[in-house]
């Protein structure tokens, strides 16, 4: 097998179970490297480290799968991972029949998603390695699961920076364009092949269920980058007079109308627009809410954007505190890893003394739990929520 070896200093992060190798920190290889193949990693001293593959043309160079010397990479350990990644879900009693399966690292399979829709299950693969076990994994899905069809989406970054041979569509039974499925008491049109991500937020589901207990009955509510209607729809369940939903992808409003419609739900106010534009008119004309959720796509997608993210953040911060009514709440999201809990507590903090509003903090929210994230890879976290009460 191919091996490589690290450079000095590199190891004690891999041992305390970091499972990426950046390609300036290889040292040297035993020969050259094929993309994809499996690779033993070992120290500059030529002590192991783990087993993983490889890709010699990204950043990312090498995705560890195991730090025990007597579990290489086969297919028999992608088959056990899966299943365990199941064993775990099983025990979640998540109140709905959509949710994450596999979450990359999080569930020690590196570049591989999959998230399940009822009968149906969503592949993305995030690495050229992990998309060279498709067959296994699939034969893995159908075994645990016993769907009806089984899809694979393209993750447009990944195919692009890896290298990925994607087979858009479906790999195994028949998938429809449109799936439904329930969370909580509401039921949510998925279009899975034209859908963001997999086709829908599963992450937010906690954050779903948490909104209701804001919302009182005759409320005006904003839902900020509303995608197709988690919040809003969830706002107007709880009795809520008036609700906005804003989203600048009109095929995401349009399943958020018809996600309204087979909720025997009427009266959301679904607003094609820039959400930044959005609220600054809203602003401009002194409106207000009771209840105000924002929920932006990933402002930073690596740490060189952080300094702009945060100024968006800021934007947004202020925005919303001056659109909430005394005594309303607003909640805000960050869905990169690269802005982290503190950095939303220190926009909301800058935000808040400068529209001179005092604000109390009542919940702060994570990705729910069948996303679990390593506590030894910062990464695997990457949704934070802070919620609060505009005094
Ligand atoms: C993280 S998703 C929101 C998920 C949603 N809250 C849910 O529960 O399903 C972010 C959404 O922001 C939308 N978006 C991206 N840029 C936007 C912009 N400038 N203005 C308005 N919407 C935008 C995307 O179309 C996407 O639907």
Request: hydrophobic share 40%; proline share 4%.
């Amino acid at each position: 097998m191919l091996q490589i070896r690290v450079k000095p200093g590199i190891e004690d992060r891999i041992r305390g179970f970091f499972p990426w190798v950046y390609r300036a920190e290889i040292a040297s290889l035993s020969r050259k490297p094929k993309k994809g193949e499996a690779v033993v990693v070992r120290d500059f001293a030529g002590k192991f480290l783990g087993y993983g593959y490889i890709n010699p043309e990204v950043t990312i160079a090498v995705r560890i799968l195991s730090f025990n010397k007597e579990e290489k990479v086969t297919t028999d350990l992608i088959r056990r991972r899966i299943k365990m990644a199941y064993d775990y879900r099983k025990r979640l009693y998540i109140n709905s029949n959509a949710f994450r399966l596999i979450h990359s690292e999080g569930d020690l399979l590196p570049g591989l998603i999959v998230d399940v829709y009822g009968q149906y299950a969503v592949i993305e693969f995030t690495t050229y390695g992990m998309s060279l076990f498709r067959e296994t994994v699939v034969e893995a899905l159908i075994e645990v699961l016993n769907p009806q069809g089984i899809y694979e989406k393209a993750n447009q970054t990944a195919v692009k920076v890896e290298g990925i041979d994607v087979k858009e569509g479906a790999l195994w039974g028949e998938v429809p364009e449109i799936v439904e499925i329930w969370e909580h008491d509401l039921r949510y049109l998925i279009n899975i092949p034209q859908g963001q991500k997999t086709g829908f937020f599963l992450d937010q589901r906690n954050a779903r269920k948490l909104v209701r207990g804001l919302v009182e009955p005759g409320d005006r509510c904003l839902d900020v980058f509303c995608h197709t209607g988690g919040f809003a729809l969830s706002m107007k369940k709880m009795g809520a007079k008036e609700v906005r939903a804003v989203d600048i992808s009109p095929l995401a409003l349009e399943v958020g109308k018809e996600n309204e419609k087979v909720n025997g739900l009427s009266g959301i106010e679904w607003i094609c627009a820039n959400a930044f534009d959005y609220l600054r008119d809203l602003d401009n004309k002194g409106e207000e809410f009771d209840v105000i959720i924002i929920d932006p796509p990933s402002f930073a997608k690596n740490r060189h954007a952080v300094p702009s993210a945060i100024r968006g953040y800021k934007e947004l911060c202020l925005r919303g505190l001056k659109l909430t009514k005394p005594g309303g709440y607003m909640a805000i999201f960050s869905c990169s890893f690269h802005i982290t809990a503190d950095h939303l507590l220190n926009v909301m903090t800058e935000a808040s003394y400068d529209v001179r509003r005092q604000v109390r903090v009542i919940h702060t929210t994570f990705q729910d739990k069948d996303h679990p994230w390593v506590l030894q890879m910062p990464n695997t976290l990457y949704l934070k929520g802070l919620w609060v009460e505009v005094i």
